[in-house]
């Protein structure tokens, strides 16, 4: 299974993504974790897209497309995977299409998390992850046991540094602008499925999981 999850920054996209991956056992490729990962590391390519996603912009396509290519080549990757924040524009799409042709692999579903804008900055101010796993909360919707501490690794949980809110508006105007379109691109291609993105985690997943008995 090949399956693309599209949302708004703060549809619940990155929970549900590790939801289905824990149930399916295929692994979840979330680009925004690369990337924050890369630049925790100061790595020269961490160094080059830190300003970026502190802006709140997004990663030129070729470097994505170069990024992404190594990854889903990776052995893990063999037997499916669930993507999580790419491909994020047209451009990433069509290059995500070239690399599955030439690798003769079909695209099998795309999940679209239909959220409106004003729930999503509610969400957004109130997260939190784990700096050492990366599990995320919410202090409203999905406190962790003990305050600031990871329930599954007892690691420090942060709130990321581009969760601001000037930084959000920006994320929401950039997914409006540049991901919106991937909605009709991939229902032109007959693979978008919507599922509404207003309630708990556990009530969304559901909705995911009825989508797959169908
Ligand atoms: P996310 O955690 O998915 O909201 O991603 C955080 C930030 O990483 C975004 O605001 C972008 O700056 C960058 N990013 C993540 N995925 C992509 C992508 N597919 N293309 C370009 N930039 C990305």
Known sequence: MRLVFIGIPGSGKGTQAAMLSQKWGIPRITTGDI??????KNSPFGRRVKPILDTGLLVPDDLILQLMGKR???PDCASGYILDGY????GQAEGFNAYLKEKALPL???LWIDLEDKEVIRRIVGRRQCRACGTV???EFQPPKKEGICDACGGKLIQRSDDGEETIKKRIEVYQMQTEPLERYYRDNGLLHRVDGLGTPKKVFQRICDLFKE
């Open 35 to 40: 990337l924050r990962e890369a630049v925790e």
């Open 72 to 74: 889903l080549s990776e």
């Open 87 to 90: 491909p994020r524009t047209i």
């Open 108 to 110: 099998d579903f795309v």
């Open 137 to 139: 909360y919410h202090l």
